[in-house]
């Protein structure tokens, strides 16, 4: 068991260009989650996913911000113009159910736009 | 929505003593799940326990869920405990899946 893979593990933009976060949930779990880390807010909820099926999207930013989640192997976070208070470290999260279960997460992406 | 507040907010021990976490959250749990974080590091889940109290090696994870708290206890701490400790809160109604974070607790154990 790999657990959650997150890829790239660092990435770095320029303020205005796009920037496509990747995330392989443990085989077999039905949920993803994605939450941000920041120094200053701490880890937020953005958006989680069931069964492929968007759930929850109520903690992403209403603009630039979107997710998808084409196949049951691997789901993705995109941002788009990107700016400076975008960089934080992005984490994926998986969990067998949702509900009660116990979420477990990736090692992170962290995203550093200048 | 919810607020989880985490107390303290650092904590140094010296080598073998023990740690009491806290964490106090504004509105009804269905659950609570302590993670550990190195820093740069990524987040590992220690215990989940939705009311009562559970226990792994030296943890032991007890919730209060009518009183909205928590609290983790490390035995004997060593210096490998050094890090962040998060406690990260389920909610009843609408998506309960999600979890809302405290800020953590950061612990130093000194030899």
């Known amino acids: 068991n790999a657990g959650v893979i997150q890829t790239p593990r660092h990435k770095v933009t320029g303020k205005g260009q796009e920037a496509t976060l990747w995330c392989e949930p443990i085989?077999?779990?039905?949920?993803v989650f994605w939450y941000r880390q920041t120094i200053v807010q701490g880890l937020e909820f953005l958006t989680y996913?069931?069964?492929?099926?968007?759930?929850?999207d109520s903690g992403m930013p209403k603009e630039r911000f979107s997710a998808q989640m084409p196949n049951q192997s691997h789901s993705t976070l995109k941002i788009q113009s990107t700016q400076p208070q975008d960089s934080a470290v992005y984490l994926c999260?998986?969990?067998f159910g949702s509900g009660q279960d116990t979420q477990y997460f990736g090692p992170g992406t962290r995203l550093l736009v200048l | 929505g919810q607020q989880v507040q985490q107390s303290p907010a650092s904590l140094v021990l010296q080598e073998g003593e023990n740690a009491e976490l806290q964490c106090n959250f504004s509105?009804?749990?269905?659950?609570l799940q302590w993670f550990y974080q190195r820093p740069g590091g990524s987040l590992v889940s220690l215990l989940s326990?939705?009311?009562g109290t559970k226990h792994t090696g030296r943890l032991t994870s007890t919730t209060v869920t009518k009183e909205r708290r928590g609290s983790l206890h490390i035995s004997s701490s060593q210096i490998t405990d050094s890090g962040t400790y998060l406690c990260?809160?389920?909610?009843?109604?609408?998506?309960?899946?999600?979890?809302?974070f405290g800020k953590g607790t950061k612990l130093s154990v000194k030899s």
């Open positions: 999260a998986s969990s």
């Open positions: 085989s077999g779990h039905s949920a």
């Open positions: 996913f069931r069964n492929q099926a968007p759930i929850d």
């Open positions: 509105s009804t749990a269905t659950r």
């Open positions: 326990n939705p009311s």
């Open positions: 990260a809160i389920g909610s009843s109604g609408g998506s309960n899946a999600k979890l809302t």
